[in-house]
Structures are given as C-alpha cells and as structure tokens.
C-alpha cells in the first residue's frame, strides 16, 4: 500500500513563502517521477512542477515558473515544493502525486499515487 503524506500548507499574505512536502511509505521512492497539481474551487486540477527519479530533471508550470522550486530527498522518501511570491490566484488545495515510471509526466492521468491534498490559501 503506497501512501503520500503533504505537509505545510496554511494562510500566507500575498508576497509570502511557503514550503510543502510530500512524505512517501510503502514506495520505492527513488526511480520514480513525482509531481505537485493543484485544484481551486470550481476549478480543474491542474499540474504545478513535477521531477523525475534522481531529482536530474525538472518542469513547471508557466504560471508557477521562476516562484516555485522542486526538489527531491531519496534518502528521506520525500518530495518538496518552495513556493515564493504567493500570489491570491495560488490558493488552492495541493496534491502530491507519484507515478511507477522514472521519467517526467505532466498530466494527473499519469500518476498512480496521490496524497490527500494541503490546503494552501494566500490573501491580498
């Protein structure tokens, strides 16, 4: 049973920095692509930034790009996402998401595993 675990969510003012992290059991973490997606009310989910196995390659979203930072920890099954210059339109619950394949993929459907969602809400 694979489980993912999100962490750090809360209430930021606009400008403001948060630092999520997705904890993994039961998973062989390493060689496996892991993601960040986002869903608002009433709204899709939508991808954030995604890295593949060995943290050796990374994607963003255009909207997130140059705010927001993937990283990766293989020997803590841990996956991170620095999120700076909060913006209102960033409120969101976020999901962790991995899949059983290496290589990057930016859509939901190619995740396998999902964690439950941290709320992240930024005011102006």
């Known amino acids: 049973q694979v489980q993912l675990v999100e962490s750090g969510g809360g209430l930021v003012q606009a400008g403001g920095s948060l630092r999520l992290s997705c904890g993994a059991s039961?998973?062989?973490?390493?060689?496996?692509?892991t993601g960040w997606f986002r869903q608002a009310p009433g709204k899709e989910r939508e991808f954030v930034a995604a890295?593949?196995?060995?943290?050796?390659?990374?994607s963003y979203a255009d909207s997130v790009k140059g705010r927001f930072s993937i990283s990766r920890d293989n020997a803590k099954n841990t996956l991170y996402l620095q999120m700076n210059s909060l913006k209102p339109d960033d409120t969101a619950v976020y999901y962790c998401a991995a899949r059983t394949a290496f290589n990057i993929n930016t859509g939901s459907s190619g995740y396998d595993y999902w964690g439950q969602g941290t709320q992240v809400t930024v005011s102006s």
């Open positions: 890295i593949n196995g060995n943290g050796g390659s990374v």
């Open positions: 039961g998973h062989t973490f390493r060689n496996s692509a």
